[in-house]
């Protein structure tokens, strides 16, 4: 993006249409190498507001389970990205109050290639992934680039019809969209949304959802396989109940919240996307499931047919806010899964995903689950 706005610095004759406002456009901050990838601090979108309103919301919606007397010195877990540390920081102050520290414990999990299966991010330890550059980590944004160039040639036709002088490629194109996201984000507003027709956004959130269903998603031979181990080390934890205890938070990247998603089989595409043209009726939307901010809560639940009547246990699953059925294990109340079936379920995708050392040709040697999780 930044050679782009250079390149439209120096254009002459000044561009017109669409794009005129791009002539005295500035970037949205003075110090791009270091600010780029951070959790932004400005305007009514910032990543700060957000993760600090969500523990509000959070203490608010689960203020029984903080007051209970196993919630002291809760344990919280962040890969260690700066930005992902940051909103664990603003979501505690939040949901402890400002000096959660006292509260709480918040523990990172290393980025690091050698932690095999005991990691938050399985993105940057499955060697297979990372290796393999036709269906691996690359497979998204090959998809992506196929998808792109069904749309972006016309886009490209009426800048150039606006602005004979200057032919905008689809990288750069694709990067004035993605653009209007970021500066809105820190700003509250953008001209760069104004450049594209509704038509051209549909595109857009339809590239997205192509990137991420393909990069780490159900439609990547490794995404299912990388989720899982979260998943099951979670599922241990629902199994146990309250005496693990009240309350579990892990901070991760988007890709690794996808693998997770595409690991229990919601949203799930009975065809996995199409590139060459867009489809309108999908359940993968990857402006539902990771938002800023996106989040997935499991919840135990203890219900009763009767006041005085034995309780059953049962599982839910809110995804921002909405609760979303388990695939084949919605018979419990507000679409809850019973927990017996629910254990089994994950056991079962488990298989069906693989083994995470032996698909991703870990040494025998390396770690295979996720073990730091508990309080």
Known sequence: MLDLLKRIKESKPKLKGDLEFANDWEYFTQDPNNHLEQLTTTGP??????????????RTRYSDLLDDSGAKNLRLWASGSNRVIDTARYFSAGLFGLDWQHAAELVVIPESADLGA?????????????NNFTFGRDYGARMLG????????SIGDRLEGQNPQMRFND????????MCGFEMTVRGTSKWCDVFTHEDWLNFEYARDVVHYYRSGPGNPWGPTMGWLWLNATTNLIAQGPKAGPLFFSFVHDSDIVSMVGALDLFFENEDLPVDRLVTARNWRTSQITPMGGRVIFERLACSEASSGPETSYVRVNVNDGIVEIPHCGTGPGSSCPLEEFVALVSQRGEETGDFKEKCGLPEDSPDRITFLHQ
């Open 118 to 130: 005991d990691t938050l991010t399985p993105t940057d330890t499955c060697t297979a992934y990372l």
């Open 146 to 153: 196929k998808f792109r160039s069904t749309y972006l040639g």
């Open 171 to 178: 990288d750069e194109i694709y990067s004035m969209q993605e």
């Open 45 to 58: 979108f910032a990543g700060t507001l957000e993760a600090f309103t969500t523990g509000v919301k959070l």
